[in-house]
């Protein structure tokens, strides 16, 4: 048995009983699959995680890729090439590409659903897969000539990147200075270095194609000034695909990495050896508006990946407290002769295992519920409902930095009380906790920062789209506690998030407030700055509890109908106790939150820097 475990039954749940997704399966933009095909393809799609990409986890993070230096070429360990091979080959990823380059049109929610058991079984497998993806988006934003070397990146199978980020340029990207120089045959020459770049550098294809923001000469400083180029390691004859020789980017470095060792983060540098050749993507100027498209779903990614982690890492953690005996119950610690029990029965232990079920479970409705706003978009302009449309993907903006940085950040804490539900144990290589750890934690980091994140929330998608996304959110909220008002087994569930989204408007009117005082005394914003990650995690804590509260509505209503079996009616069992939890633990803590965040003044900014 690999170390993966999944969570069909609760994709299933999810998708199917408490969003509905099946019912927009088999007809309109989605007629190709229906919600039977559906269900067997998530079934497959576990088979291939949690076996052959879940079996060179542990080998592939012990013996990692050998990067050569004098050549810029890396070697990829053997166990980890069959995982991979085993993913390319099954061609799920088709779920995300184009009809017309040979896809097959795919509900969001659907699609990320099968990317969350593959990265939970291996995240690098799908990230040095990312290929297909790069040439939809090529595809859609590209010339006609671009189209064919998008049809040509799927057809051979060819790896991508995203190139944003230099030595001094991170996540302000319109400080980059790598440049581009325009030929007299319509190609650029492509000069700088890039760094922390994910698959930069491997031999499981034969080419990688990387997309590059860099700065035409004469372009203006900032974003503003960036274009995309599409720059390949190998080039190649535009018609055929057939590779012609090596362009001039090199791999210069592989980072040494506290965790996804197997995945190469490489520094590459353009334009040393020989001239790096590359093609302006679309013939517009439009760099950080492209990159953008891919930045939103790397974002999605991440956040599914760290959720992933969190799910397969309770369940192990639940294996083992169901066989490790320790101590007598706690009703009888004073008794020597008590028999020792298995410690999923001390209260303590089951507090960790619930608090790690509630994050688990809520924050992949969460990915699953911002996903199934796209698709309820696509829906929408199907029927000819722009404004319907519209919204929908605001709500799905809204919540993307959500599901990345808290995702992010509660999948870090809840995987250290996994690790801590083993005891020592949990610290030793005999058991994934210390892997999950170690590769989860990066999640924080890339795409993004949580800070970011925060920032991206509140300035973006509150601020800057004037609450309709987030007056969209809340009053979807507000109207399912209207509708179980009268159900007197959820009223607990119904008080606690009713103060919980009185708590966080409260907190968005009160940063508002702030950020309109900035007009009249610009120091006004550090205070709004103070809290943006703040409110970050309280914008998820409070949709965790509504999803959780929803799947507890749901749960509720098919165990009065007496139809589920003893397997099933535990699983709903479990679904009102999650959200009776979480009401009761966490949704409580945003007063507390509300009134920190009400406190904030700027001490901390006038405070001299030597005090730190």
Same mark, same amino acid.
């Given at each position: 048995?690999?170390?993966?475990?999944?969570?069909?039954?609760?994709?299933?749940?999810?998708?199917?009983?408490?969003?509905?997704?099946?019912?927009?399966?088999?007809?309109?933009?989605?007629?190709?699959?229906?919600?039977?095909?559906?269900?067997?393809?998530?079934?497959?799609?576990?088979?291939?995680?949690?076996?052959?990409?879940?079996?060179?986890?542990?080998?592939?993070?012990r013996?990692?890729?050998?990067?050569?230096?004098?050549t810029?070429?890396?070697?990829?360990?053997?166990p980890?090439?069959?995982?991979?091979?085993?993913?390319a080959?099954?061609?799920?990823?088709?779920?995300?590409?184009?009809?017309?380059?040979?896809?097959?049109?795919?509900?969001?929610?659907l699609w990320?659903?099968?990317?969350?058991?593959? +990265?939970?079984?291996?995240?690098?497998? @799908?990230?040095?897969?990312?290929?297909?993806?790069?040439?939809?988006l090529?595809y859609r934003i590209?010339?006609?000539?671009?189209?064919?070397?998008?049809? %040509?990146m799927?057809d051979?199978?060819?790896?991508?990147?995203?190139a944003l980020?230099?030595p001094?340029?991170?996540s302000?990207?319109?400080?980059g200075?790598?440049?581009?120089?325009?030929?007299?045959?319509?190609?650029?020459?492509?000069?700088?270095?890039?760094?922390? %770049?994910?698959?930069?550098? #491997?031999?499981?294809?034969?080419?990688?194609? #990387?997309?590059v923001?860099?700065?035409p000469?004469?372009a203006?400083?900032?974003?503003?000034?960036l274009?995309?180029?599409?720059?390949?390691?190998?080039? @190649?004859?535009?018609?055929?695909?057939?590779?012609?020789?090596r362009?001039?980017?090199?791999?210069t470095?592989v980072?040494?990495?506290?965790?996804?060792?197997?995945?190469?983060?490489?520094?590459?540098?353009?334009?040393?050896?020989?001239?790096?050749v590359?093609?302006?993507?679309?013939?517009?100027?439009d760099?950080?508006?492209?990159?953008?498209?891919?930045?939103?779903?790397?974002?999605?990614?991440?956040?599914?990946?760290a959720?992933?982690?969190?799910s397969?890492?309770?369940?192990?953690?639940l294996?083992?407290?169901?066989t490790?005996?320790?101590?007598? /119950?706690?009703?009888?610690?004073?008794?020597?002769?008590?028999?020792?029990?298995?410690?999923?029965r #001390?209260?303590?232990?089951r507090?960790?295992?619930?608090?790690?079920?509630?994050?688990?479970?809520?924050?992949?409705?969460?990915?699953?519920?911002?996903?199934?706003?796209?698709?309820a978009?696509?829906?929408?302009r199907?029927?000819?409902?722009?404004?319907t449309?519209?919204?929908?993907?605001?709500?799905?903006d809204? !919540?993307?930095p959500?599901?990345?940085?808290?995702?992010s950040?509660?999948?870090?804490e809840l995987?250290?009380?996994?690790? +801590?539900?083993?005891?020592?144990s949990g610290?030793?290589? /005999?058991?994934?906790?210390?892997?999950?750890?170690?590769?989860?934690?990066?999640?924080?980091?890339?795409?993004g920062?949580?800070?970011i994140?925060g920032?991206?929330?509140?300035?973006?998608?509150i601020?800057? /789209?004037?609450?309709?996304?987030?007056?969209?959110l809340?009053g979807?909220?507000s109207?399912? !506690?209207?509708?179980?008002?009268?159900e007197?087994r959820?009223?607990?569930?119904?008080?606690?998030?009713?103060?919980a989204?009185?708590?966080v408007?409260a907190?968005?009117?009160?940063? !508002?407030?702030w +950020?309109?005082?900035?007009?009249?005394?610009?120091a006004?914003?550090?205070?709004?700055?103070?809290?943006?990650?703040?409110?970050?995690?309280?914008?998820g804590?409070l949709?965790?509890?509504w999803?959780l509260?929803?799947?507890?509505?749901?749960?509720?209503?098919? !165990?009065?109908t007496g139809?589920?079996?003893a397997d099933?009616?535990?699983?709903y069992?479990?679904?009102?106790?999650a959200?009776?939890?979480?009401?009761?633990?966490v949704?409580?803590?945003?007063?507390?939150?509300?009134?920190?965040?009400?406190?904030?003044?700027?001490?901390?900014?006038?405070?001299?820097?030597?005090?730190?």
């Amino acid at each position: 048995m690999t170390h993966y475990r999944s969570n069909l039954r609760d994709l299933y749940f999810t998708l199917f009983e408490v969003l509905g997704a099946d019912r927009r399966m088999g007809a309109g933009p989605f007629a190709a699959l229906d919600a039977v095909t559906a269900r067997d393809v998530l079934a497959e799609v576990e088979r291939l995680a949690t076996g052959p990409v879940a079996a060179s986890y542990t080998e592939s993070d012990r013996n990692p890729p050998v990067y050569d230096p004098g050549t810029g070429s890396v070697e990829m360990p053997t166990p980890f090439r069959r995982s991979y091979r085993a993913y390319a080959d099954a061609e799920w990823w088709r779920l995300d590409l184009p009809e017309e380059l040979g896809g097959t049109p795919a509900p969001r929610a659907l699609w990320w659903a099968a990317v969350e058991m593959v +990265q939970g079984a291996q995240a690098p497998v @799908f990230m040095f897969g990312s290929g297909p993806a790069f040439a939809g988006l090529l595809y859609r934003i590209g010339t006609p000539g671009q189209r064919r070397i998008a049809e %040509i990146m799927v057809d051979r199978g060819w790896g991508a990147t995203m190139a944003l980020t230099e030595p001094d340029a991170g996540s302000d990207v319109g400080a980059g200075t790598t440049r581009a120089v325009r030929r007299p045959d319509g190609t650029w020459h492509i000069e700088g270095v890039k760094r922390f %770049i994910t698959s930069a550098e #491997h031999d499981l294809e034969e080419n990688i194609v #990387h997309f590059v923001l860099a700065r035409p000469e004469g372009a203006g400083p900032g974003t503003r000034g960036l274009s995309m180029f599409l720059v390949p390691k190998w080039t @190649f004859d535009p018609v055929s695909g057939e590779l012609t020789g090596r362009n001039g980017v090199h791999a210069t470095n592989v980072e040494k990495k506290m965790g996804l060792r197997v995945s190469t983060t490489c520094e590459l540098t353009f334009g040393h050896r020989e001239p790096a050749v590359g093609l302006l993507v679309g013939e517009v100027h439009d760099g950080i508006a492209q990159m953008f498209r891919v930045i939103e779903s790397a974002r999605m990614q991440v956040g599914v990946k760290a959720i992933a982690t969190l799910s397969t890492g309770y369940l192990n953690a639940l294996e083992y407290a169901r066989t490790r005996v320790q101590g007598p /119950d706690l009703t009888r610690a004073a008794d020597p002769a008590a028999p020792r029990v298995t410690i999923d029965r #001390h209260p303590d232990v089951r507090r960790m295992l619930m608090l790690q079920k509630s994050y688990a479970e809520g924050l992949r409705a969460l990915y699953l519920y911002t996903a199934d706003r796209m698709d309820a978009a696509a829906q929408a302009r199907h029927d000819g409902d722009e404004i319907t449309a519209e919204l929908a993907e605001g709500v799905n903006d809204l !919540l993307l930095p959500v599901v990345k940085g808290a995702g992010s950040e509660r999948a870090c804490e809840l995987l250290g009380l996994a690790l +801590q539900t083993f005891g020592g144990s949990g610290y030793l290589q /005999d058991h994934p906790l210390e892997q999950y750890l170690r590769d989860t934690r990066i999640d924080t980091l890339y795409e993004g920062t949580t800070g970011i994140q925060g920032q991206d929330l509140f300035f973006r998608k509150i601020v800057r /789209d004037r609450c309709r996304a987030w007056g969209a959110l809340t009053g979807e909220i507000s109207a399912f !506690l209207t509708g179980i008002e009268n159900e007197a087994r959820l009223k607990r569930e119904h008080d606690a998030l009713g103060a919980a989204l009185d708590d966080v408007r409260a907190m968005v009117d009160t940063m !508002l407030g702030w +950020q309109r005082a900035a007009a009249h005394d610009p120091a006004e914003v550090y205070r709004v700055g103070q809290n943006t990650t703040r409110l970050l995690m309280s914008v998820g804590d409070l949709a965790v509890g509504w999803l959780l509260a929803r799947q507890a509505a749901v749960a509720l209503t098919t !165990l009065d109908t007496g139809s589920a079996d003893a397997d099933d009616t535990a699983f709903y069992q479990g679904k009102l106790a999650a959200a009776r939890f979480f009401a009761g633990t966490v949704l409580p803590e945003l007063t507390a939150r509300l009134a920190a965040l009400r406190d904030t003044d700027n001490a901390l900014m006038d405070l001299d820097a030597a005090a730190f």
